[in-house]
């Protein structure tokens, strides 16, 4: 079933974070180490985690990105050394709903990116994925994809 694209609203939310630039066919054999160390991290941390699962991308080459992971916490706190305090900025971004396997994510991206350009929507080069909750069965897994849309210049009278 093709997914359904829409535009959505962002609030400000704050993360915690770790990150690595990582080449594009190293993600998915790093993304879980890295989320692990911001489990290990939660066990002695001064808030407590708000939300599901997230992975950001941004610094986009062909060949490389920036991936931050994490989830949403329940208030701001020092940095540590692998583990930052990120707000995820308000704004508008493109957005679709993946079910199915992680490792078929790029069909639902497929989809969006097309969308987006027929829409005439500018792209940050900023994306991130919420991760719904685990399940057995692979084909129920629900990830919402997010893709920023650039604000048009303010106009000043």
């Known amino acids: 079933m093709q997914p359904t ?12 974070l770790t ?6 066919p ?6 879980r ?7 290990g991290w939660l066990r002695d ?10 992975a950001l991308y941004d610094r986009c080459t062909s060949q490389a990105l920036r991936v931050q992971v994490g989830f949403p916490v329940s208030g701001w706190f020092a940095d540590t050394e692998r583990v930052k305090c990120v707000e995820l900025a308000p704004g508008r971004a ?4 993946h079910v ?3 490792a078929d994510l790029h069909r639902t991206y497929a989809v ?5 350009s027929g829409q005439g929507l500018a792209l940050t080069g900023e994306s991130w994925e919420v991760y719904g909750d685990p399940t057995e069965d692979p084909s129920k897994l629900a990830t919402e994809l997010f893709l920023r849309i650039a604000e048009p210049p303010s106009v000043s009278k």
Request: charged share 15%; net charge negative; glycine share 4%.
């Open 5 to 16: 694209c829409d535009v959505v609203s962002i609030s400000p939310l704050l993360l915690a």
């Open 19 to 24: 990150q690595a630039e990582l080449p594009r």
């Open 26 to 31: 190293h993600i998915p054999l790093r993304i």
């Open 33 to 39: 180490e890295m989320f692990d160390i911001v489990y």
């Open 45 to 54: 941390a001064p808030v407590r985690q708000a939300g599901h699962n997230y």
């Open 94 to 97: 493109a957005h679709a709903v």
């Open 100 to 102: 199915g396997s992680y």
């Open 112 to 116: 969006l990116h097309p969308w987006c």
